[in-house]
Antibody, heavy 127, light 105 residues
Framework: QLQLQESGPGLVKPSETLSLTCTVS??????????WGWIRQPPGKGLEWIGS???????YYNPSLKSRVTISVDTSKNQFSLKLSSVTAADTAVYYC???????????????????WGQGTLVTVSS | EIVLTQSPATLSLSPGERATLSCRAS??????LAWYQQKPGQAPRLLIY???NRATGIPARFSGSGSGTDFTLTISSLEPEDFAVYYC???????FGQGTKVEIK
C-alpha cells in the first residue's frame, strides 16, 4: 500500500525558506503513470495547490506561488521536496504531499487528481 | 485561472437523506474533475475522479456526474460518517473549490 510522509521544520521565520520533504513508501516514485504534488491548507480554510513534479523532473506550479516555489525529485531516495522562499505569516498552513494521476492532454502529460495523501504537517511562520 | 464555485456552502441534512453538491467551473474542464471528502484533523480523501469514476474503496452511495462546467456529487443516503467537508478540484490547471460542509440537521 502506497504511503506518503511529510517531514521538515514546523517553525520557519519570516523571510526565510520553508523546506519540506515527502518520502514515498510502498511504491516507486519513478512510475510514468503519476505526478507527485504539494497542497496546503491554512488553518480553518480551504485547499490550495502548490505544484506537482513528474519523475523526469517536469514541473507545474500554481501561478500565484511560482516565483517562490521549487519542487524537486530524488528518485534514488524515493523522495520529492518543496522549497518556498520569502515566507510570511500567510504561508502558515498544513502542508500535504500527495500522488497525482498523470493524464495525457493533447501532447502534454498533466497532473490530475490526488490520491493518496500524506497525513500533513503544520508549518508556522513566526519570529 | 479556472475558478471553481461550490454550492451550497453548507448543507444541513439528516442521516438517510440524499445530498446533492454542486461545483461550477468558470470555463470548461472537460471531465477533469475530482471530488474529495475531508474530516476534521484528517487529510482529504479522493472520492471521485474524472467526474464520474469512484476511487478505490469508495462506497456506491457516492456518485459523480457532469462535464464541461457543471458537476454534481450525490450521496444517495447519508451515513453518520459522511458528515464532513467536500471539495471539488479541476485537473487542467489544478485549482480547488472553496468546499461544501455537510452537517447534521
Amino acid at each position: 500500500q502506497l504511503q506518503l510522509q511529510e517531514s521538515g521544520p514546523g517553525l520557519v521565520k519570516p523571510s526565510e525558506t520553508l523546506s519540506l520533504t515527502c518520502t514515498v513508501s510502498g511504491g516507486s516514485i519513478s512510475s510514468s503513470s503519476y505526478y507527485w504534488g504539494w497542497i496546503r491548507q491554512p488553518p480553518g480554510k480551504g485547499l490550495e495547490w502548490i505544484g506537482s513534479i513528474y519523475y523526469s523532473g517536469s514541473t507545474y506550479y500554481n501561478p500565484s506561488l511560482k516565483s517562490r516555489v521549487t519542487i524537486s525529485v530524488d528518485t534514488s531516495k524515493n523522495q520529492f521536496s518543496l522549497k518556498l522562499s520569502s515566507v510570511t505569516a500567510a504561508d502558515t498552513a498544513v502542508y500535504y504531499c500527495a500522488r497525482s494521476g498523470a493524464t495525457i492532454f493533447g501532447v502534454v502529460i498533466i497532473p490530475n487528481w490526488f490520491d493518496p495523501w500524506g497525513q500533513g504537517t503544520l508549518v508556522t511562520v513566526s519570529s | 485561472e479556472i475558478v471553481l464555485t461550490q454550492s451550497p456552502a453548507t448543507l444541513s441534512l439528516s442521516p438517510g437523506e440524499r445530498a446533492t453538491l454542486s461545483c461550477r467551473a468558470s470555463q470548461s474542464v472537460s471531465s477533469y474533475l475530482a471530488w474529495y471528502q475531508q474530516k476534521p484533523g484528517q487529510a482529504p480523501r479522493l472520492l471521485i475522479y474524472d467526474a464520474s469514476n469512484r476511487a478505490t474503496g469508495i462506497p456506491a452511495r457516492f456518485s459523480g456526474s457532469g462535464s464541461g462546467t457543471d458537476f454534481t456529487l450525490t450521496i444517495s443516503s447519508l451515513e453518520p460518517e459522511d458528515f464532513a467537508v467536500y471539495y471539488c478540484q479541476q485537473g487542467l490547471r489544478v485549482t480547488f473549490g472553496q468546499g461544501t460542509k455537510v452537517e447534521i440537521k
